[in-house]
């Protein structure tokens, strides 16, 4: 079975544009995770998915924002980026159930100039 | 919601086991306890998870206090490979969904 995809896996970009990063969980996960990782603030929930529909947001301002598409397949983006969103973006996808483990994808690196 | 404690940093003689403990002194009945690691910035990587009774898989060993305030993920053997950063976290389960709160984590030497 083949692992969660992040798409791209770097990305540079400059103050004030936007960015739309790509998650394509494990086959048959119906559930996406996000999480912003930055050497500061450690690893953050940004939001979960579940069949289309928005579950839980993290405590994010609203230039962060998500969809899932009928495949399951997710992409966030961050609009009028500014510096502090330079980090690590990592998707992740679980199946339903009571254990409900989260498998990561290799996340993408974004770098704000 | 339950949070997690764990001390910033270990090390561990090749070959030995590796305890890292974890307090989680708020955790509610029905919340998992779930065990990752991460290595050089690479997305988090599954170890294992409990609920009430320990927990053994082919990575490690998990073991939780009969009151659950606290946990062990024990490495049998560790190796050098074993060197990351271990995250010891509980799952908060609302009535729409859930959230993973990562904690600082404890990275873990392993010394040749």
């Known amino acids: 079975k083949a692992g969660v995809t992040q798409t791209p896996r770097y990305l540079i970009k400059t103050r004030g544009q936007q960015v739309t990063l790509s998650c394509s969980p494990i086959?048959?996960?119906?559930?996406v995770s996000w999480y912003q990782q930055t050497p500061g603030q450690g690893l953050q929930f940004l939001f979960e998915?579940?069949?289309?529909?928005?579950?839980n947001k993290g405590n994010f301002p609203g230039r962060f924002s998500g969809r899932q598409f009928s495949n399951s397949r997710s992409e966030m983006n961050v609009s009028t980026l500014e510096l502090g969103d330079s980090a690590l973006y990592l998707c992740?996808?679980?199946?339903?159930?009571?254990?409900?483990?989260?498998?990561f994808g290799p996340g993408t690196r974004l770098t704000v100039t | 919601d339950a949070k997690t404690t764990q001390p910033p940093s270990m090390d561990c003689a090749e070959g030995r086991a590796a305890n890292l403990p974890c307090n989680h002194s708020?955790?509610?009945?029905?919340?998992?306890v779930y065990w990752y690691r991460q290595i050089h910035s690479q997305g988090p990587q599954y170890i294992i998870h409990?609920?009430?009774n320990n927990e053994t898989n082919e990575m490690a060993s998990l073991i939780i206090t009969e009151d659950r305030k606290s946990s062990t993920l024990i490495l049998p053997h560790a190796t050098l490979r074993d060197t990351a950063v271990y995250y010891c976290?509980?799952?908060?389960?609302?009535?729409?969904?859930?959230?993973?709160?990562f904690g600082t984590g404890t990275s873990l030497t392993v010394i040749p």
């Open positions: 998915y579940f069949s289309e529909t928005q579950r």
């Open positions: 992740a996808s679980s199946s339903q159930g009571a254990s409900y483990e989260q498998y």
């Open positions: 409990g609920l009430k």
């Open positions: 708020t955790i509610s009945g029905n919340e998992y």
């Open positions: 976290i509980v799952r908060h389960t609302t009535n729409t969904g859930n959230q993973f709160y």
């Open positions: 086959s048959g996960h119906r559930s």
